[in-house]
């Protein structure tokens, strides 16, 4: 699989790289790093953070690495590695043979760990995580040393020796940096390096009991792999005089971080730990569940990789933190299926309409095209018959003024076929429902013969009923009834939209689409882009919305 490349618009990071070039900096390399933690699946935001980095690396003839940050063996799983790299490949993007994780650097790690305490510039502190926090200061109070910062330089080598053997209990010791209690960043007031956890490693199982923090771990990984540009989230601005303090004190190779502001989209959940609540927590089917916005539930939504490498190329990187409205990636969507997904009749609430006039027993095969957009889609053969089903919303016994659609003696055209005329409107006795509608049709109103050119306002949708399967069909809205309040500790599930979610399970369609299969994607007149869903059996097909026809994000940049 080949990186997708193209001319990237200008950024400040790209400017950056220019500038770097030009003074000869890392030897005119650039070699970058996608580096998750495997504790849940991505999500939309860290497609941006993909696509920047690949895409900065192959602008630029140079490398990226594919990096797991696995220092947190307590809520990290082979599941979640598994899913990156799928999700990776997904949207087009290939590691080579650089496929890395922290837990690669575990025996180096500890032995800068080592020489840090030998430089007496890292100390073993006996505080509890709530003291630490204590002794750390606010902002506009300098922090108090810890009580052990004093310690022998031999005494931290034996106590960290000992952490490394098993001899303390979890959270009794950690390993600190020694840097400044009074500084203005809270960060570089002696920071945790390592901590005592008990927890089976994905990878090296019980061989560790201490583990190294991210903050420590990050910059140390970065320079063994000689990282050029370490991209980073803007949350991650303030911890760049540590990020530099590590490399530079232990004296080895030194990446320069940069950080861009992460991606913030209306109405959806940009927080891997609370997309881990809602599926704990059963508010939805799973991490692809097609509300999510997990790169795998956008997948199985039916997101084109190329629909979402377009939307990240157009939000653009930026220094300053800013909300992407949601309706700007649907936009991205409908513009890319527009082209590739052919067009088919579906019914989502059937009402059945008898065509009187029509010849009983007769069938015939209408000419539609697949894609009006692609001519090269060619075309398909719709079967006609006397019997129709059309959308319930598209009849209306006691219409209102600017309603084109069937109603009592009202005249519309069914797509690819004949003007009908509505007659006799059938009605259960007891309940007063709607059952069907008796029409009459014109045979000489057929599309594309000589007298097909009579007007009338209202132009239907329709399948034959004879020949209609059924499918079930999901109708997808936003997964949060508002927007995600940044920061807030309020759990995602207690704003999730009821309405998120409408299944229909008498759905019919066209009979070519009981043939579809997996990846393939389509155009049901007037509702929407359609795909399979991966619940879909051989007999009973179910599938997603990907998203409506409307676009009123594309009408704003037009006004």
């Known amino acids: 699989m080949v990186a997708p490349t193209g001319t990237l618009p200008a950024n400040f990071i790209q400017n ?30 860290h497609a941006k953070s993909i696509c920047l980095n690949f895409g900065i690396a192959a602008e630029n003839g140079g490398l990226c690495n594919l990096r797991f940050d696995d ?20 949207l ?88 400044d209690m009074s500084s203005p960043n809270i960060n570089m007031r002696d920071p945790v390096l390592y901590r005592i956890l008990r927890a089976t490693h994905h990878r090296t199982g019980d061989t560790w009991c201490i583990y190294p923090m991210y903050d420590y771990a990050h910059p140390v990984s970065d320079a063994i792999e000689k990282i050029t540009h370490s991209i980073c989230t803007l949350e991650f601005e303030d911890h760049r005089p540590l990020y530099d303090w590590c490399v530079e004190t232990l004296g080895i190779y030194r990446p320069q971080q940069i950080e861009f502001a992460r991606l913030n989209l209306t109405r959806a959940v940009m927080s891997k730990r609370k997309l881990r609540e809602l599926v704990e927590q059963k508010q939805v089917s799973g991490w692809d569940d097609p509300r999510m916005p997990t790169i795998s539930g956008l997948r199985r939504r039916g997101f084109t990789p190329e629909a979402i490498r377009d939307f990240c190329e157009r939000i653009g990187v930026a220094k300053s933190n800013s909300t992407v409205d949601y309706e700007l990636l649907e936009h991205c969507v409908r513009e890319d299926l527009n082209m590739r997904a052919a067009r088919a009749m579906a019914v989502l609430r059937p009402l059945k309409v008898v065509i009187e006039n029509y010849p ?20 398909r053969k719709l079967p006609f018959s006397r019997e129709l089903y059309i959308e319930q919303d598209d009849f209306m016994e006691n219409p209102p003024g600017k309603f084109f659609r069937l ?21 259960d006795e007891q309940t007063g429902e709607i059952l069907e509608l008796r029409c009459s049709y014109d045979p000489e109103t057929k599309s594309g013969g000589a007298a097909s050119g009579r ?43 009821p309405e998120s979610l ?55 940049q037009k006004a």
């Open 407 to 427: 109603a009592p003696g009202r005249e519309v055209r069914l797509k690819h076929a004949y003007i009908i005329k509505c007659e006799q409107v059938v009605k």
């Open 92 to 179: 087009g993007f290939d590691w080579g043979d650089r496929m890395y994780y922290a837990s690669d650097y575990f025996p180096q790690l500890f032995e800068y760990a080592l020489q840090l305490i030998r430089m007496g510039k890292a100390y073993v502190c006996d505080l509890t995580a709530q003291q630490i926090r204590e002794h750390r200061g606010t902002l506009t109070e300098p922090g108090k040393n810890s009580p052990f910062r004093d310690r022998s330089i031999e005494e931290n080598l034996d106590l960290f020796n000992r952490m490394r053997a098993g001899e303390f209990p979890d959270g009794s010791k950690t390993l600190r940096a020694k840097i």
């Open 502 to 556: 409408t299944v229909l399970k008498q759905a019919m369609v066209e009979p070519a689409l009981a043939e579809a299969v997996m990846g393939s994607r389509f155009q049901f007149l007037r509702h929407g882009y359609f795909c399979l869903d991966k619940d879909s059996k051989p007999d009973a097909p179910v599938f997603n919305r990907i998203v409506s026809l409307r676009d009123s994000w594309a009408k704003v």
């Open 16 to 45: 950056i790289i220019n500038e770097d070039a030009k003074t000869g900096k890392h030897g005119n390399r650039v070699h970058t790093r996608f580096p998750p933690e495997p504790n849940g699946y991505l999500h939309i935001g």
């Open 360 to 379: 009983a027993g007769q069938v015939e095969e209408l000419a539609a095209e697949n894609n009006p957009e692609n001519p090269e889609m060619g075309s």
């Open 71 to 90: 220092t947190n063996p307590s809520k990290e799983e082979v599941e979640y590695v598994d899913s990156i790299q799928e999700d990776v490949r997904w």
């Open 455 to 497: 007007k009338v306002k209202g132009t239907l949708h329709w399948v034959s009923a004879l020949h209609a399967k059924p499918v079930e069909v999901r109708l997808y809205d936003h997964l949060l009834m508002e927007d995600e309040a940044d920061g807030t500790d309020e759990i995602a599930g207690s704003r999730v939209n």
